[in-house]
């Protein structure tokens, strides 16, 4: 029998599985393949960190089909296209919902991540040492923390990696919907509007989530997938903060950053129709 999530010590129990060959760790409780189901692959939102039921858990209960939560906590495209047992399954799926996820979680041809944990920067490229000379990179163990040194270092050249980022992306974006298959729906789930503002522009500007990606870029990948779902959390979801949500004392800051209980709600409310359109339109 299998176990489901239980609350412990105001944390939550993620009962942590896995799928086939792949290496990757999901939140479980493991669904079962042998029957139509739904997947959802993402980053940090998807996962539902802090979250007792996120939103692919309020999809499942709503469709009253089988959704998997195929999240990754700071995951991004490279934890999945390489992954073949995760694309056959959601290749399989009635339908997978894909979260947008940020261009800093990929590697490229400036430096390159964890395959798996894709917010760990492993290396800079030649190139990359070549355009930032003056830097020693190996101070850095995140990109996010890299990427800002660079772009203090020198907004000129910072523009040249955000080009290369926001190109890569796409380029890794189509690959991974092909191998998916026509039967996808974009996730854009985020406090941050889908444009076209230049990122300089934006007011959190590195702390953006997802980084980098504009609506040009999203909507490039349109032809390859059945709909793009926008949710942006209103205002009294925001304000709900992190109502609800189970973390220890020390983790309050980190989870004051996350999407609360509240912001699932919407997306999930988004996602049904969308899903239902989709999956049973004749």
Avoid at 79 to 108: E, H, K, P, R
Avoid at 119 to 145: G, N, P
């Amino acid at each position: 029998m299998m176990k489901y999530e239980t609350i412990t010590h105001g944390e939550l129990s993620y009962s942590p599985c896995r799928y086939g060959s792949s290496r990757i760790l999901f939140r479980g409780p493991r669904r079962r393949l042998d029957r139509p189901y739904i997947a959802c692959i993402g980053g940090t939102e998807t996962y539902g960190k802090f979250i007792q039921k996120p939103f692919p858990d309020l999809v499942e209960k709503v469709m009253r089909q089988p959704c998997l939560n195929l999240g990754c906590v700071n995951g991004g495209i490279d934890a999945f296209v390489n992954d073949t047992t995760i694309m056959d399954i959601c290749n399989n799926a009635d339908m997978t919902v894909v979260q947008v996820m940020g261009a800093n979680y990929l590697s490229n041809r400036f430096y390159s991540v964890h395959p798996r944990r894709n917010d760990r920067f492993l290396k800079a490229s030649t190139v990359m040492q070549a355009i930032y000379y003056d830097v020693d990179f190996s101070e850095f163990s995140f990109t996010r923390h890299m990427l800002g040194a660079l772009h203090e270092k020198s907004t000129e050249r910072f523009d040249t990696v955000v080009n290369e980022l926001q190109e890569a992306w796409v380029a890794r974006m189509r690959t991974m919907l092909n191998l998916i298959g026509p039967r996808s729906i974009l996730l854009w789930f985020s406090d941050e509007k889908l444009d076209d503002t230049p990122w300089a522009e934006r007011p959190n500007q590195l702390q953006s989530d997802p980084l980098f990606i504009t609506r040009s870029m999203v909507e490039k990948l349109r032809p390859l997938v059945r709909d793009i779902v926008v949710v942006n959390p209103s205002a009294k979801a925001l304000a709900g903060g992190t109502d609800g949500m189970y973390f220890s004392e020390n983790q309050s800051g980190i989870a004051s950053e996350m999407l609360g209980v509240a912001c699932h709600a919407e997306a999930s409310a988004a996602l049904v129709p969308a899903l239902r359109e989709q999956i049973y339109a004749p």
